[in-house]
């Protein structure tokens, strides 16, 4: 009964690789978002999607390309990895994430990706 | 532009005493005010929030946080300290970005360690 979770917990993978994260909510949540952690903590939004729409990509490289097949997931697949991809990479939902009222957001558990 | 100060970037404090970590915060709008936690390897959980009311908000593990408009502040607090408390812990600001989406933003975190 997890609200908000993501796989693969752990991913290592070469340079040049392609890999995907998956995350999904089983809160009902209208909007999802992926956040990065870099190497020093620093937490970043990356996208926000509304009822499977684009709402925001806060300036990321195209390699990144989320997919939402439904409201309930959001995945991200990047291409071409990088070594500065290497982050923790965290999913989130709210209700109705477009409202100028803020939303509470639920963070999933995180995906720490290691690009060598 | 919407921004959170973390002035400490790391605190260490004995075990049993009190705790104080500052967050600054620029918004333009009524803030919508976190603090998470961050375990070593573990993802974000949510302390406490301020969204309107009383300023003096309680959270979880006996830590509260006080709110005050005219400094522009949101400083978590913690009268006696535990070593289960070290961690990493961020202060974020609930943000309306753009007209279109609700995103957070995030300080750069404090490391808090505990002697014994």
């Known amino acids: 009964d997890t609200a908000v979770s993501q796989t693969p917990k752990y991913l290592v993978t070469q340079m040049g690789n392609d890999k995907s994260i998956k995350c999904e909510q089983n809160?009902?949540?209208?909007?999802m978002y992926w956040y990065k952690q870099d190497s020093k903590k620093f937490l970043k939004i990356m996208f926000s999607?509304?009822?499977?729409?684009?709402?925001i990509n806060e300036t990321v490289p195209n390699r990144f390309s989320p997919k939402s097949p439904d409201k309930a997931h959001l995945n991200l697949h990047i291409n071409s990895l990088e070594l500065g991809d290497s982050a923790v990479y965290f999913c989130?939902?709210?209700?109705?994430?477009?409202?100028?009222?803020?939303?509470?957001?639920?963070f999933g558990p995180g995906t720490r990706l290691t690009v060598l | 532009a919407q921004s959170v100060t973390q002035p400490d970037i790391h605190i260490t404090v004995s075990e049993g005493a009190s705790l104080e970590l500052r967050c600054n915060y620029s918004y333009g709008a009524t803030p919508y005010l976190f603090w998470y936690v961050q375990s070593p390897g573990q993802g974000l959980q949510l302390l406490l929030k301020y969204f309107s009311g009383d300023t003096l908000v309680q959270g979880i593990k006996g830590f509260e946080a006080e709110f005050k408009r005219s400094q522009s502040s949101f400083n978590l607090r913690k009268p006696s300290v535990h070593w289960s408390d070290a961690a990493e812990y961020f202060c974020?600001?609930?943000?309306?970005?753009?007209?279109?989406?609700?995103?957070?933003?995030f300080g750069t975190g404090t490391l808090l360690a505990v002697q014994p």
């Open positions: 974020a600001v609930g943000a309306y970005y753009g007209g279109a989406t609700n995103k957070l933003i």
């Open positions: 809160l009902g949540h209208d909007t």
């Open positions: 999607y509304n009822n499977k729409e684009l709402i």
């Open positions: 989130a939902s709210s209700q109705d994430g477009t409202s100028e009222y803020y939303n509470e957001q639920f």
